[in-house]
């Protein structure tokens, strides 16, 4: 997959998260990526290859930021 994600942009992850939503919004990138739970707020950080592995889709761009 191209990367085609950036700061800021919605992604949407394989695998929900446990409450319930499986859309994210990246707010860190670098070696690490930061992303926050669209739902509940809860912020992951995974490496790049594991996050290119997890990622489904890129949504677009966040709103309001």
Do not use: Q, T
């Not at 942009?9 to 707010?27: F, Q, R, T």
């Not at 912020?43 to 790049?48: C, G, N, W």
């Amino acid at each position: 997959m191209k990367n085609n994600y950036k700061l800021g942009s919605l992604v949407v992850m394989k695998k929900a998260h446990p409450c319930g939503s499986n859309e994210w919004k990246i707010i860190r990138m670098g070696v690490d990526i930061k992303i926050k739970c669209i739902k509940c707020g809860r912020e992951v950080m995974l490496d790049r290859l594991e996050f290119e592995k997890k990622l489904k889709k890129v949504i677009g761009e966040a709103d309001g930021e």
